[in-house]
């Protein structure tokens, strides 16, 4: 059962007592992600470990000569953020939590630590993304912006459309059309005095021809009657 948290060279009698350990501290749907041993320089004797799964950060250390594991645990919803820091020799792995205090692990192997933080990361982003859904539900539920179920079993009424009263009829204007004024009367015609000349021509010409007159007179009281005009 063990042998899937060695492949990183993790040292096996801590991985045994850890995972002893946890096995008794899992809860329902709790499972073992990954466990990291701690490799000190000269003497590793009772070496530190860290698990994580997926509820919680467990920080493991021996006590009573090795003969029990201490642990302290964070639940990922209390974890603000994670760390790892590489040195000459080893890694520190360490978590942040949201009231502002850290906790730790140095001399870890480097690979291991790297994984740590591959899998703390992804938990602490997807339990981040969770705290920043559960904030904005509670400032809803605070504004009174809390959506309201519809009551069941009742009947739909529906509502009558509303009756628009039709506007009357506007009367067309009237248009007055004004009778066209009357032509003027025109000036009479000025009254046209009779040619004296020509009704004296007339009257000589009616002399002639009723033969009063001859044809000589005629001519010559013609020829009188023009040159007095």
Same mark, same amino acid.
């Given at each position: 059962?063990?042998?899937?948290?060695?492949?990183?060279?993790?040292?096996?009698?801590?991985?045994?007592?850890?995972?002893?350990?946890?096995?008794?501290?899992?809860?329902?749907?709790?499972?073992?992600?990954?466990?990291?041993?701690?490799?000190?320089?000269?003497?590793?004797?009772?070496?530190?470990?860290?698990?994580?799964?997926?509820?919680?950060?467990?920080?493991?250390?021996?006590?009573?000569?090795?003969?029990?594991?201490?642990?302290?645990?964070?639940?990922?919803?209390?974890?603000?953020?994670?760390?790892?820091?590489?040195?000459?020799?080893?890694?520190?792995?360490?978590?942040?939590?949201?009231?502002?205090?850290?906790?730790?692990?140095?001399?870890?192997?480097?690979?291991?630590?790297?994984?740590?933080?591959?899998?703390?990361?992804?938990?602490?982003?997807?339990?981040?993304?969770?705290?920043?859904?559960?904030?904005?539900?509670?400032?809803?539920?605070?504004?009174?912006?809390?959506?309201?179920?519809?009551?069941?079993?009742?009947?739909?009424?529906? $509502?009558?459309?509303?009756?628009? *009263?039709? #506007?009357? /009829?506007? +009367?067309? =204007?009237? %248009? $007055?059309?004004?009778?066209?004024? *009357?032509? #003027?009367? /025109?000036? +009479?015609? =000025?009254? %046209?005095?009779?040619?004296?000349?020509?009704?004296?021509?007339?009257?000589?010409?009616?002399?002639?021809?009723?033969?009063?007159?001859?044809?000589?007179?005629?001519?010559?009281?013609?020829?009188?009657?023009?040159?007095?005009?």
């Amino acid at each position: 059962m063990i042998e899937k948290f060695l492949k990183d060279d993790q040292d096996p009698k801590c991985v045994e007592k850890v995972y002893g350990r946890l096995v008794d501290l899992l809860t329902t749907g709790e499972e073992i992600l990954y466990i990291a041993t701690q490799k000190k320089p000269l003497v590793n004797i009772l070496p530190d470990a860290v698990a994580l799964t997926t509820k919680r950060v467990l920080f493991f250390t021996p006590a009573n000569l090795g003969l029990s594991m201490k642990f302290i645990d964070f639940a990922w919803k209390d974890i603000k953020d994670v760390f790892t820091k590489e040195e000459i020799i080893g890694a520190i792995f360490s978590v942040q939590q949201v009231g502002g205090g850290e906790q730790g692990t140095d001399y870890l192997p480097k690979v291991q630590a790297r994984k740590l933080y591959q899998y703390a990361r992804e938990r602490a982003d997807m339990e981040r993304e969770a705290r920043h859904q559960r904030s904005l539900e509670e400032k809803r539920a605070e504004s009174g912006s809390v959506s309201i179920d519809r009551p069941q079993n009742v009947a739909f009424q529906p $509502v009558a459309p509303m009756s628009i *009263p039709t #506007p009357a /009829p506007q +009367p067309e =204007p009237v %248009v $007055v059309i004004a009778p066209p004024a *009357p032509a #003027p009367t /025109p000036p +009479p015609a =000025p009254e %046209v005095k009779p040619d004296v000349l020509t009704e004296k021509l007339k009257k000589l010409k009616t002399l002639f021809d009723n033969g009063l007159i001859s044809q000589e007179e005629y001519n010559a009281k013609k020829l009188e009657l023009l040159s007095d005009f």
